[in-house]
């Protein structure tokens, strides 16, 4: 779900997915041997299957679009969580911290979001289990509050 800006960036190419752009920016770089990308559809991994049988990285062209969409995302301030959802499992007080995040970079890109149930950020105990384990290095504690107060 990217903001209509980036898409229509990526969307001027017109060589592929959303997808097939990202994983060809990452199995792009020397070295690199695997990529493990998440996919929750068959038509999903299709498409990845698609373009990686053959591999191209990524030309000048599509390397400077995702420049371009790139810098949308860094001045929209966004969460960069994955939701690999680590940080939940360690929270002792069980806030769903990847749903927080998704709510507030929906808000943040004017989509629309909703309310997330469960336990509040407010609940936060600020122990940091969940900083220790973030492959993201995410500042959560930090991040809560600051959920607490936008969303």
């Not at 900083?131 to 504690?141: K, T």
Request: net charge negative.
């Amino acid at each position: 779900n990217l903001p209509n800006s980036a898409q229509k960036i990526l969307d001027r190419l017109e060589g592929g997915s959303n997808a097939s752009y990202a994983i060809r920016f990452a199995a792009g770089f020397e070295g690199v041997m695997m990529v493990l990308s998440g996919m929750s559809t068959i038509q999903q991994m299709n498409d990845n299957v698609s373009f990686m049988r053959v591999f191209q990285p990524l030309n000048a062209e599509e390397q400077d679009a995702l420049k371009r969409v790139c810098a949308i995302f860094r001045n929209r301030d966004l969460v960069p969580c994955t939701g690999c959802r680590y940080c939940t499992e360690v929270c002792p007080q069980e806030i769903p911290i990847p749903e927080l995040f998704t709510a507030l970079n929906a808000k943040r890109q004017e989509q629309h979001w909703e309310p997330v149930g469960g336990n509040s950020p407010t609940q936060c105990v600020k122990c940091g289990k969940c900083e220790e384990i973030c492959p993201q290095n995410l500042n959560i504690r930090e991040l809560l509050t600051v959920a607490a107060e936008e969303l």
